[in-house]
Nanobody
Framework: VQLQASGGGLVQAGGSLRLSCAAS????????MAWFRQAPGKERDFVAA????????YYSDSVKGRFTVSRDNAKNTAYLQMNSLKPEDTAVYYC?????????????????WGQGTEVTVSS
């Protein structure tokens, strides 16, 4: 099983980025997908999650209204559209996958992880 996150980079505050997470070796449509992030010196935190069909999503309060999680099961890819970025969004962003149907918000609930993609937001 491999999750490949991409799309990170350096952006000014107020800008946008779209992260992608390409999955292989797994039945993508059979997994809940999520995004987490880890800022320097901090723990890894939940950002967003999406159900297998894409019909339900959930966001952390810190990104609600600015970030949008989506997926394309035909392309085995999940996305995180990040708008109105703030310096406090600076972190390494990880995608993760778990079997089952329920959205979960703890990193310990996820079975597979991507390698992370770095996002830096300058003020």
């Amino acid at each position: 099983v491999q999750l490949q996150a991409s799309g990170g980079g350096l952006v000014q505050a107020g800008g946008s980025l779209r992260l992608s997470c390409a999955a292989s070796g797994v039945t993508f449509s059979g997994h809940v997908m999520a995004w987490f992030r880890q800022a320097p010196g901090k723990e890894r935190d939940f950002v967003a999650a999406i159900t297998r069909s894409g019909g339900s999503v959930y966001y952390s309060d810190s990104v609600k209204g600015r970030f949008t999680v989506s997926r394309d099961n035909a392309k085995n890819t999940a996305y995180l559209q990040m708008n109105s970025l703030k310096p406090e969004d600076t972190a390494v962003y990880y995608c993760a996958a778990r079997g089952g149907t329920a959205l979960r918000f703890s990193e310990h609930e996820y079975d597979y992880w991507g390698q992370g993609t770095e996002v830096t937001v300058s003020s």
